[in-house]
T-cell receptor
Framework: GQQVMQIPQYQHVQEGEDFTTYCNSS?????IQWYKQRPGGHPVFLIQ?????EVKKQKRLTFQFGEAKKNSSLHITATQTTDVGTYFC???????????FGTGTRLQVTL | NAGVMQNPRHLVRRRGQEARLRCSPM?????VYWYRQLPEEGLKFMVY????????ESGMPKERFSAEFPKEGPSILRIQQVVRGDSAAYFC????????????FGEGSRLTVL
């Protein structure tokens, strides 16, 4: 079946360092979404990417969709402790908003 | 506006008992999705419902699990004869259309089976 792999599984950074998580699919994606889940919390939508090569920015977060629409990345510049959580990419599988979530990258930020 | 409401937030059951988890979607949303998250793992799709209809239940275990979304009232995820392996967080999400787009998640129901 369709698999969405994320790397790394876990990353620990010092506050102020940058962070990147990568999402790779075995098939071409129609679109991709990113969610953040704080420890003990629920997933919260961050962004949706639709177009090949698309780049979107939200303050310190930069999201990119690969040219072949098979991969995506989320980059955080100058991390803060509020960035702690697990970041999931998610792809639509064609049935309305049904999403297949990636394996997630857990980010830990220390002072 | 109230978001997606799930209850109970925490539920403890002994093996063999039944668990019922409820989800009220956001106002105006008629599409409901249930996901399961095992500790330290990602979210696995279980079922997608619209009012009175199950659209996609490809992620539901074949036995003991059922879901409904009646014309009136919340969506219900029912787990019969629970086993320890059912211990997980169950998240409900809703959307306002059949088009691909953002899902709004509830805070989840955390089931512990003793």
């Amino acid at each position: 079946g369709q698999q969405v792999m994320q790397i790394p599984q876990y990353q620990h950074v010092q506050e102020g360092e940058d962070f990147t998580t990568y999402c790779n699919s075995s098939t071409t994606l129609s679109n991709i979404q990113w969610y953040k889940q704080r420890p003990g919390g629920h997933p919260v939508f961050l962004i949706q990417l639709v177009k090949s090569g698309e780049v979107k920015k939200q303050k310190r977060l930069t999201f990119q969709f690969g040219e072949a629409k098979k991969n995506s990345s989320l980059h955080i510049t100058a991390t803060q402790t509020t960035d702690v959580g697990t970041y999931f990419c998610a792809e639509n599988t064609g049935t309305a908003s049904k999403l297949t979530f990636g394996t997630g990258t857990r980010l830990q930020v220390t002072l | 506006n109230a978001g997606v409401m799930q209850n109970p937030r925490h539920l403890v059951r002994r093996r063999g008992q039944e668990a019922r988890l409820r989800c009220s979607p956001m106002k105006g949303h008629s599409h409901v999705y249930w996901y399961r998250q095992l500790p330290e793992e990602g979210l696995k799709f279980m079922v997608y419902l619209q009012k009175e209809n199950i659209i996609d239940e490809s992620g539901m275990p074949k036995e003991r699990f059922s879901a409904e979304f009646p014309k009136e009232g919340p969506s219900i995820l029912r787990i019969q004869q629970v086993v320890r392996g059912d211990s997980a967080a169950y998240f409900c999400a809703s959307s306002n259309s059949a088009a691909t787009g953002e899902l709004f998640f509830g805070e989840g129901s955390r089931l512990t089976v003793l």
